[in-house]
């Protein structure tokens, strides 16, 4: 049984951080591509970054760049997402996924994993 589970959420004011993290259990995620998708209440899944099992290549949807960073540790089959400089418009339910590829893909349904999510609240 594959479980993603996502942390680190939280309440945070407008230009603050947050670090949230996704543990990876149930199997070995040797050349899984992992990604971070947010929802927000009456919007689309969409895509926030994503990065292939060897850290070698990474990316991130416009809006984010420059402000967030992912990152994983595959020694402890973690991934994580560094927010900083958090604005209102952040704020969304936060879901790490997976999916066995050497490519990152920003489309949501193509990953079969996913967690649960994590709540973001930026004010303002």
């Known amino acids: 049984q594959v479980q993603l589970v996502e942390s680190g959420g939280g309440l945070v004011q407008a230009g603050g951080s947050l670090r949230l993290s996704c543990a990876a259990s149930?199997?070995?995620?040797?050349?899984?591509?992992m990604a971070w998708f947010r929802q927000a209440p009456g919007k689309q899944r969409e895509f926030v970054a994503g990065?292939?099992?060897?850290?070698?290549?990474?990316d991130y949807a416009t809006s984010v760049k420059g402000r967030f960073t992912i990152s994983r540790d595959n020694t402890k089959n973690t991934m994580y997402l560094q927010t900083n400089s958090l604005k209102p418009e952040d704020t969304a339910a936060y879901y790490c996924?997976?999916?066995?590829?050497?490519?990152?893909?920003?489309?949501?349904?193509?990953?079969?994993?996913w967690g649960r999510g994590t709540q973001v609240t930026v004010s303002s």
């Open positions: 149930g199997r070995t995620f040797n050349g899984y591509a």
């Open positions: 990065i292939t099992w060897s850290a070698g290549s990474t």
């Open positions: 996924a997976a999916r066995l590829s050497t490519v990152i893909n920003i489309t949501p349904h193509v990953y079969p994993y």
